[in-house]
C-alpha cells in the first residue's frame, strides 16, 4: 500500500529534550516537505527537500534540523531551541504537477 | 513575497444549498492557485489548482473555484453543499517561477454545513 507514514501520531515531550519525527514515504517521489500547523495560522513550511542529500531552509527554520539519508526517509528533530514546538506537524511529498502535495496524516507534539 | 488572504474563519451553510469560501491573493507575477481540504487530525488533501487557462477550475467532490485575476481572487465554491464537505478548507499560492511547489498557505476556513 503506498503511502506517507509519520511516526509518532501523539508525542509528549519535556521541556530541554529534543524529539525526531519520522517520515517515510514508499511512492518514489523526490521532492518532501515539513510543514508545521498552529490554530487560526495555517500551514508553514520548515524545511523542503528536493533531492537525496540536500535541503532547504522555510519560512521557520530555527529550532529545527533534517536530514535526507534516504530517498524514502525525510526525519524532523525539533530541538531544545524551539522557543514553541507544541504543534501539528505535518509531511508531504511532491506528486503530480507543481503544488500538488500528498500529506502524511500528522505528528502532534506536545510540550509539557 | 506571496501571501494569501481567507477573511472568513467560518462559514456556515444548509445542506442542499450553494457555498463559498472566500480566497485573496498577493504574488508577484503569474500564480499558481490551490486549495486543499483538512478532515479532523488528518493531513490536507488536494482539490483544486489553477495555472493558467480558464477562469473556472473544476476539482474533486463537485468543488469548483474561480480565479479572477483583477480582484486577485481565487474563491472556492461548490453548488449544493453535504454535512460530509464539512472540513477545515485553506487557499494557498505559489509563483511560476522558482520552486513552483512552495506553497504559502492561508489561515485556513472552516465551513460547517447542517441539515
Known amino acids: 500500500d503506498g503511502g506517507i507514514t509519520q511516526s509518532p501520531k501523539y508525542l509528549f515531550r519535556k521541556e530541554g529534550q529534543n524529539v525526531t519525527l519520522s517520515c517515510e514515504q514508499n511512492?518514489?517521489?523526490?521532492?518532501m516537505y515539513w510543514y508545521r500547523q498552529d490554530p487560526g495560522q495555517g500551514l508553514r513550511l520548515i524545511y523542503y527537500?528536493?533531492?537525496?542529500?540536500?535541503?532547504q531552509k522555510g519560512d521557520i527554520a530555527e529550532g529545527y534540523s533534517v536530514s535526507r539519508e534516504k530517498k524514502e526517509s525525510f526525519p524532523l528533530t525539533v530541538t531544545s531551541a524551539q522557543k514553541n514546538p507544541t504543534a501539528f506537524y505535518l509531511c508531504?511529498?511532491?506528486?503530480?504537477?507543481?503544488?500538488?502535495?500528498?500529506f502524511g496524516e500528522g505528528s502532534r507534539l506536545t510540550v509539557l | 513575497a506571496q501571501s494569501v488572504a481567507q477573511p472568513e474563519d467560518q462559514v456556515n451553510v444548509a445542506e442542499g444549498n450553494p457555498l463559498t469560501v472566500k480566497c485573496t491573493y498577493s504574488?508577484?507575477?503569474?500564480?499558481?492557485l490551490f486549495w486543499y481540504v483538512q478532515y479532523p487530525n488528518r493531513g490536507l488533501q488536494f482539490l483544486l489548482k489553477?495555472?493558467?487557462?480558464?477562469?473556472l477550475v473544476k476539482g474533486s467532490y463537485g468543488f469548483e473555484a474561480e480565479f479572477n485575476k483583477s480582484q486577485t481572487s481565487f474563491h472556492l465554491k461548490k453548488p449544493s453543499a453535504l454535512v460530509s464537505d464539512s472540513a477545515l478548507y485553506f487557499c494557498?499560492?505559489?509563483?511560476?517561477?522558482?520552486?513552483?511547489?512552495?506553497?504559502?498557505f492561508g489561515t485556513g476556513t472552516r465551513l460547517q454545513v447542517t441539515l
Open positions: 508531504a511529498i511532491k506528486a503530480g504537477g507543481p503544488g500538488e502535495l500528498f
Open positions: 511512492l518514489n517521489h523526490d521532492a
Open positions: 527537500s528536493q533531492i537525496v542529500n540536500d535541503f
Open positions: 504574488v508577484s507575477g503569474n500564480p499558481y
Open positions: 489553477y495555472i493558467t487557462g480558464d477562469n
Open positions: 494557498a499560492v505559489s509563483r511560476l517561477s522558482g520552486t513552483a511547489s512552495k506553497l504559502t
